[in-house]
């Protein structure tokens, strides 16, 4: 793979850097909607032209695809950018948000990065060589039993129109585990799973930059990602994250 991990986490940082500017005034921060309940703030568009910029020079012959600025010539090999994954808890000045950056080279993702600057804590992984936090490898939890497991899955508002929107599906695994989480961020839900955090997480709905970096992070660190019917692969629509133990058990509750 023609990237430095160095390099891309020396610019991952410095875009963390721009965002906890932005967080760490808050009172400051310019808000707008892009639909009822979805929220862009200065704050993502900043850590996403900075990311654009700064990428592309490093590496001019990738595309870029980010959430706020859309995609451009390049797709088939190109990074994926979540600038700030989890709006919401950022501009509440909780600590739950990531900057999200994946690489796509021939269609397939071989790289993702999951930095949370208001905790300092930088998750990446490349394809077949690992998952890190904070340059230490991580894996998956050992956790085989459901019952004694811990979940974590999320609430989109902005889906809330949804006849199918998750709370019937969180009532049946809530009745069989110990512990439920929703932590605000799709991209940190699946380095949790990685870390061993969190035994599992499911969300649907999703788009493919919250979750191509966490996937790739999830895989390296020795769990799966699948669909709700157990298919192998990054569906955003349908993403399911498991230490690998808890799949067969999950699956049937999905
Ligand atoms: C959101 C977060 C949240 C998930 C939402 C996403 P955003 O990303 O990942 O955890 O439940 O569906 O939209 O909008 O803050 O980038
Ligand atoms: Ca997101
Ligand atoms: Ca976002």
Not at 141 to 169: K, P, W
Not at 221 to 243: S, W, Y
């Amino acid at each position: 793979m023609s990237i430095s991990t160095v390099v891309v986490e020396r610019l991952i940082r410095e875009a963390g850097s721009i965002a906890m500017s932005h967080f760490n005034n808050l009172a400051n921060l310019e808000v707008n909607k892009k639909s009822s309940r979805d929220l862009v703030t200065e704050a993502d568009v900043a850590v996403e032209a900075y990311l654009k910029k700064v990428l592309g020079k490093e590496y001019p012959k990738y595309g870029f695809w980010g959430e706020e600025s859309g995609q451009s010539d390049n797709q088939s090999s190109r990074w994926i950018v979540d600038p700030i994954d989890g709006t919401h808890s950022f501009a509440k000045g909780q600590y739950f948000w990531s900057i999200s950056v994946a690489l796509e080279i021939d269609r397939e993702l071989v790289f993702g990065a999951v930095y949370a600057p208001a905790l300092d804590d930088y998750y990446h992984a490349e394809k077949g060589k690992g998952a890190f936090k904070n340059g230490r490898p991580v894996k998956v939890s050992n956790e085989r039993n459901l019952a004694d497991s811990m979940i974590a899955t999320g609430f989109a508002c902005l889906r809330s129109y949804l006849e199918e929107n998750n709370l019937a599906r969180f009532n049946r695994i809530a009745e069989v585990t110990t512990g439920q989480r929703r932590f605000g961020s799709a991209a940190m839900d699946l380095c949790l799973v990685a870390d061993g955090q969190v035994d599992a997480y499911w969300e649907q709905e999703l788009n493919l930059y919250d979750v191509a970096a966490g996937a790739v992070i999830v895989e390296e660190a020795g769990g799966t990602v699948t669909d709700f019917d157990g298919r192998k692969g990054i569906f955003p629509k349908q993403i399911l994250a498991t230490n690998g133990l808890l799949l067969e058990q999950l699956l049937p509750l999905m």
